[in-house]
């Protein structure tokens, strides 16, 4: 018979340091310091073509039922016995208030992130209710 010098299979030899079992799945970045900047807004997204359109379209409809509003109000005050000329110049001003506070919306619901600032919003908001009020002051006469 012969001898069988080769077993087949060898034990692997004892390290002094073992391999780490888990697999790295962290960043190294990830346990580094996380920079923040106080007062940083987030950039604006920039508004798509088909929103504006989209939006343009709704505040030309929302002027179209506006005027109708304007006109209805206007007939209501002549009905009362308010001089033709102040009903009118009431009825503009529903109008131009009603006009201006859509505006605000519209922009609003187009791009929140670019038009809802207190640039854009607050003199649009008070132009409107400036005018709603004026409509009620001079539409009393």
């Known amino acids: 018979m012969q001898a069988q010098t080769d077993p087949g299979f060898k034990l692997p030899a004892d390290k002094a340091t073992p391999d780490d079992p888990r697999p790295k ?67 503009w001003m529903l109008f131009v208030g009603l006009a201006f506070i859509s505006a605000a919306v519209v922009l609003a619901v187009v791009n929140a992130s670019k038009y809802l600032t207190f640039g854009v919003t607050a003199p ?15 539409g009393r006469r």
């Open 124 to 138: 649009l908001v008070v132009i409107g209710i400036v005018a709603l009020i004026a409509a009620l002051v001079i």
């Open 25 to 91: 799945t962290t960043p190294e970045t990830a346990t580094g310091p996380v920079e923040v900047v106080p007062g940083a807004l987030p950039p604006a997204t920039d508004t798509s073509t088909r929103d504006v359109m989209i939006g343009g379209a709704v505040f030309l409809v929302l002027l179209v039922v506006y005027f109708f509003v304007r006109n209805a109000y206007v007939h209501h005050m002549v009905v009362r016995r308010v001089a033709p000329s102040t009903a009118g110049s009431a009825g």
